[in-house]
């Protein structure tokens, strides 16, 4: 995360405690985008630093090894619409997936 400031207009920010959402109770896979559940970064890295997540870039694999978020692992999203039971990931942890 980038953040920028101006010396003279600099305030430091309040520490603020982030709150984890619960992980979703319904283990089936989201039919339709709108399904997606969408929560801010800040709870995505919550989730991620405490064990509870995994970060997934959906993105091209050339995009990923472009630049990525720190931790994320590639899984192109086809591989997601081909067979989801195929991914191999934790299905006990959160997989939190980005496309930006």
Known sequence: MLTAALACNFVA???????????????AA????????RIGVSEAKAAFDSGQ???????????????HA???VSIP???????INTIPLE?????ITYCT
Do not use: C, H, M
């Open 13 to 27: 920010p309040q520490a603020e405690e982030t709150v984890i959402p619960s992980l979703p109770q319904n283990s």
């Open 70 to 72: 720190a931790g994320a």
């Open 53 to 67: 997540a995994v970060i997934v870039d959906v993105r091209s694999t050339e995009a990923y090894l472009n630049r």
């Open 77 to 83: 999203l086809d591989r997601f619409e081909i067979n």
């Open 91 to 95: 299905k006990e942890q959160w997989i």
């Open 30 to 37: 989201p039919l339709t985008e709108d399904d997606v559940p």
